[in-house]
Nanobody, 122 residues
Framework: VQLQASGGGLVQAGGSLRLSCAASGRTASNYAMGWFRQALGKEREFVASISWSGGSTQYSDSVKGRFTISIDNAKNTVNLEMNSLKPEDTAVYYC????????????????WGRGTLVTVSS
């Protein structure tokens, strides 16, 4: 499956941004979707994920209650609504997919889009 992320940018602390990821490919509808992020000098970390049906979601503790992941099956698009942004949310955000589960460990996410930069100023 091919992934195309968009929506990054510069925002002040406390602000909001919405990231989108368009999935394409013959088997796109069978994939769980998710977002990871990588800050400068740090390892890539899990942010949120969702099953293709939208019935199951997962969030990292650092974003729980502030970020919301959703899926639009008709458009093959996954969105990440990010509210109450903090400077520590600054990172390159990557859309990812896997054919197994939204609970899959990092190593099972086998499709990746190009990252989109989110910068939160203090």
């Amino acid at each position: 499956v091919q992934l195309q992320a968009s929506g990054g940018g510069l925002v002040q602390a406390g602000g909001s941004l919405r990231l989108s990821c368009a999935a394409s490919g013959r088997t796109a509808s069978n994939y769980a979707m998710g977002w990871f992020r990588q800050a400068l000098g740090k390892e890539r970390e899990f942010v949120a994920s969702i099953s293709w049906s939208g019935g199951s979601t997962q969030y990292s503790d650092s974003v729980k209650g502030r970020f919301t992941i959703s899926i639009d099956n008709a458009k093959n698009t996954v969105n990440l609504e990010m509210n109450s942004l903090k400077p520590e949310d600054t990172a390159v955000y990557y859309c990812a997919a896997n054919p197994y589960s939204d609970r899959a460990a990092r190593g099972w996410w086998n499709s990746w889009g190009r990252g989109t930069l989110v910068t939160v100023s203090s």
